[in-house]
């Protein structure tokens, strides 16, 4: 059974960092597409950064050259380095994993994940 548990979030003042983690386990198939995704009050989820087994990554516009994702194949855990953060960046953010991929390229596509986890809450004060 896949499991996703996400960890590492809090409160941050702005201009502040966290990273979040997510450690993983429950399956083999290294083949995957990870990804983080976040969904503020009364906003629909969306995606954050991807990456996929071969560490290629893509980002929102929104979190180019403030966020960083990145794994540990070994510790089995994905993480998001979250810097400069903003009130903007308040949200539950999701670990999110495609097993088997469901699609070829990498995206932030929320229908191509077929696991997530439950979410762990960032809060970003003025």
């Known amino acids: 059974q896949v499991q996703l548990v996400e960890s590492g979030g809090g409160s941050v003042q702005t201009g502040g960092s966290l990273r979040l983690s997510c450690a993983t386990s429950g399956y083999t198939n290294s083949d995957v597409y990870m990804a983080w995704f976040r969904q503020a009050p009364g906003k629909e989820r969306e995606g954050v950064a991807a990456?996929?087994?071969?560490?290629?990554?893509t980002y929102a516009d929104s979190v180019k050259g403030r966020f960083t994702i990145s794994k540990d194949d070994a510790k089995r855990t994905l993480y998001l380095q979250m810097n400069r953060l903003t009130p903007e960046d308040t949200a539950t953010y999701y670990c999110?994993?495609?097993?088997?991929?469901?699609?070829?390229?990498?995206?932030?596509?929320?229908?191509?994940?077929?696991?997530w986890g439950q979410g762990a809450q960032v809060t970003v004060s003025e």
């Open positions: 999110a994993a495609a097993i088997p991929k469901q699609v070829p390229r990498l995206t932030l596509i929320e229908p191509d994940y077929n696991y």
């Open positions: 990456l996929d087994e071969d560490e290629h990554t």
